[in-house]
């Protein structure tokens, strides 16, 4: 499970994420959609211990991302032999789609 509790993240005077809450249970398939600068890429970012919240809580499988960063890395942790995307799609949000993709198979297996 996937559980974002009203957290904030602030770049400077940029609000990049408001108080979002969400919660994605075993099983259930999830996207995150919206405009550009709507918070998607930094609640990925969050949640695959790449920035910390300003503020909120985030858990995954009941594990704090903030407090327990190293075992959430274990999650996600990552090899790619070989992807085939849309060739306009930066490598890092083509590793960030990977990181919450196995995130999700690996609490599946759980």
Known sequence: MIKLS???KNYGNVKALDSLSLEIKEGEIFGLLGPN???KTTAVKILTTLTKPDSGSCFINEIDVVQN?????KLSELSLKRIIL????LCMKICLFMECFIILQRLRRK
């Open 69 to 73: 960063p190293h075992k959430i890395k």
């Open 86 to 89: 849309k060739e306009n799609l």
């Open 6 to 8: 009203n957290v904030s």
């Open 37 to 39: 600068g709507a918070g």
